[in-house]
Nanobody, 124 residues
């Protein structure tokens, strides 16, 4: 049974940093894309960042480019999201996802495994 568990969310002041982790279990995902999405209250789930299987292709939403960094450790079946210079508009539930793409896709339908989410709240 595949399971994705996010951690690292919390409350932080604007300008601060957080590092999210997502540990996958149930099988190895070393050839899959891994990504992060978020959903703010009242809004649709949106793409944040994605990594190809070896980190050779990285993809970021324009709103987080230069502030967030996605990375992965295939030996640990884990993907990370380092978030710096956080803004109140980054407040959302953050979800990790895994999909069979060889690239770093940004569309939700390209992912077939999802975590339960971790809350990130940025105060002004």
């Amino acid at each position: 049974q595949v399971q994705l568990v996010e951690s690292g969310g919390g409350l932080v002041q604007a300008g601060g940093s957080l590092r999210l982790s997502c540990a996958a279990s149930g099988r190895t995902f070393s050839t899959d894309a891994m990504g992060w999405f978020r959903r703010a209250p009242g809004l649709e789930r949106e793409f944040v960042a994605a990594s190809s299987w070896n980190g050779g292709i990285l993809n970021y939403a324009a709103s987080v480019k230069g502030r967030f960094t996605i990375s992965r450790d295939n030996a640990k079946n884990t993907v990370y999201l380092q978030m710096n210079s956080l803004k109140p508009e980054d407040t959302a539930v953050y979800y990790c996802a895994i999909g069979p793409s060889s690239g770093a896709p940004s569309r939700t339908y390209e992912y077939n495994y999802w975590g339960q989410g971790t809350q990130v709240t940025v105060s002004s």
